[in-house]
T-cell receptor, first 112, second 113 residues
Framework: GENVEQHPSTLSVQEGDSAVIKCTYS??????FPWYKQELGKGPQLIID?????GEKKDQRIAVTLNKTAKHFSLHITETQPEDSAVYFC???????????FGKGTTLSVSS | DGGITQSPKYLFRKEGQNVTLSCEQN?????MYWYRQDPGQGLRLIYY???????QKGDIAEGYSVSREKKESFPLTVTSAQKNPTAFYLC????????????FGPGTRLTVT
């Protein structure tokens, strides 16, 4: 079955710096890759996603890139702010209406 | 105000008791899901349902049961057969077919002692 590896597990940056979180997946049939932000005690919030027919997608300060050949995808956050501090999860799926396979998460701390 | 509601937010039970977690959505989504989250771990799928009166096991279904009698509701029962029930339980929904995006509720933290 699908396996998703996420690195790093913790990431500390200064306000204004960029942050990059990387994931790799094993199932070449996976075609949907979302990123979620989870604040303490809350449910995950979908922040950006990408389909396998697209190499990059951007939404204001966040962007996601996908390398299908290498089975890598990454989340990029620019101009980080303290409110970006949270746990970020990547996930992969091969079919709508079925399981998302999640990475183990990255705890991002942005200090001012 | 559209969204997914889960109740209660915190739930405490004694070992050996069954407990049912509620999940309701008013997004008119066909598919609903239950995930379990343990400290420092990603989310793992327990059960999912793509349509009313039908559901499928996920990776960790043992010790859990579900029903899907209404489109809006997908309750999860944690039975006494579940060896380690203490966890954070998250419900999600998505449009189906074709809707990849899954939206999550606020979660229920279950503690069994």
């Amino acid at each position: 079955g699908e396996n998703v590896e996420q690195h790093p597990s913790t990431l500390s940056v200064q306000e204004g710096d960029s942050a990059v979180i990387k994931c790799t997946y094993s199932d070449s049939a996976s075609n949907y890759f979302p990123w979620y932000k989870q604040e303490l005690g809350k449910g995950p919030q979908l922040i950006i996603d990408i389909r396998s027919n697209v190499g990059e997608k951007k939404d204001q300060r966040i962007a996601v890139t996908l390398n299908k050949t290498a089975k890598h995808f990454s989340l990029h956050i620019t101009e980080t702010q303290p409110e970006d501090s949270a746990v970020y999860f990547c996930a992969a799926s091969r079919q709508a209406g079925t399981a998302l396979i999640f990475g183990k998460g990255t705890t991002l701390s942005v200090s001012s | 105000d559209g969204g997914i509601t889960q109740s209660p937010k915190y739930l405490f039970r004694k070992e050996g008791q069954n407990v049912t977690l509620s999940c309701e959505q008013n997004l008119n989504h066909d598919a609903m899901y239950w995930y379990r989250q343990d400290p420092g771990q990603g989310l793992r799928l327990i059960y999912y349902s793509q349509i009313v009166n039908d559901f499928q096991k996920g990776d960790i279904a043992e010790g859990y049961s579900v029903s899907r009698e209404k489109k809006e509701s997908f309750p999860l029962t944690v039975t006494s057969a579940q060896k380690n029930p203490t966890a954070f339980y998250l419900c999600a929904s998505s449009g189906y077919p074709g809707g990849y995006e899954q939206y999550f509720g606020p979660g229920t933290r279950l503690t069994v002692t």
